[in-house]
């Protein structure tokens, strides 16, 4: 199974409408990570969340992580076709050695969520 | 700034034959990151440089696989010999900061496409 779960895996919307994309960990999340790739393209940073309740917005896109650090949305308002495309999400699942933890920062990505958006 | 640049961005050759991807990091950045990305297994670690150092190569797949960082401003990896396996689209990402840290980002280059006939 998963370390990260994104949900959904797909998703047809229709240009104008609402959205939110999903990750959940069954463990504590530290620097939770909001990719986008297009195909045949690297992954495009949108944001960057660490703390619990944090929310963070750009434009349309508007990623909050949870107060228990377990689970992180991405909202898209007013969805447009340039939002097309594969969203993912990367998180720290260990405590980082600054912190008093033993990780070096790894991050964990999710399977992704591809977006398409019809005019 | 040209972020993280990747060569080749298509490579294409035959099984048993030896591949070497390269990256050039972001200016600054002393963490290097190379990930492999398929449909079935998704965005996986392969290996961790910071300072040049490799930190944790756990998620190199096998004995057919290496990578080095001779100075901070180049990686390879390379596959010998190639398997069809091995397709998929290797990325290399960077990160400035510190070597224990989540608060700094690990940007992305372009990616190559592998395709081992």
């Known amino acids: 199974s998963q370390e990260l779960e994104q949900s959904p895996q797909s998703l047809i919307v229709q240009e104008g409408k609402n959205l939110t994309i999903n990750c959940t960990s069954s463990?504590?999340?530290?620097?939770l990570y909001w990719y986008k790739q297009k195909y045949g393209e690297g992954l495009i940073f949108l944001m960057m969340l660490q703390k619990g309740g944090e929310e963070k917005s750009h434009e349309k896109i508007t990623a909050k992580l949870d107060e228990k650090k377990q689970q992180s949305s991405l909202h898209i308002t007013a969805s447009q076709p340039s939002h097309a495309g594969i969203y993912l999400c990367?998180?720290?699942?260990?405590?980082?050695?600054?912190?008093?933890?033993?990780?070096?920062?790894?991050?964990?990505f999710g399977q992704g969520t591809i977006l398409t958006v019809h005019p | 700034d040209a972020g993280v640049i990747q060569s080749p961005r298509h490579e294409v050759t035959e099984m048993g034959q030896e591949v070497t991807l390269r990256c050039k990091p972001i200016s600054g950045h002393n963490s290097l990151f190379w990930y492999r990305q398929t449909m079935m297994r998704g965005l996986e670690l392969l290996i961790y440089f910071n300072n040049n150092v490799p930190i944790d190569d756990s998620g190199m797949p096998e004995d057919r696989f290496s990578a080095k960082m001779p100075n901070a401003s180049f990686s390879t990896l390379k596959i010998q010999p190639s398997e069809p396996r091995d397709s998929a689209v290797y990325f290399c990402?960077?990160?400035?900061?510190?070597?224990?840290?989540?608060?700094?980002?690990?940007?992305f280059g372009p990616g190559t496409r592998l395709t081992v006939l």
């Open positions: 990367g998180a720290g699942l260990l405590k980082p050695l600054n912190a008093g933890g033993t990780s070096y920062g790894k991050l964990t």
């Open positions: 990402a960077t990160r400035r900061g510190r070597l224990a840290t989540f608060t700094d980002t690990q940007y």
């Open positions: 463990k504590t999340l530290y620097g």
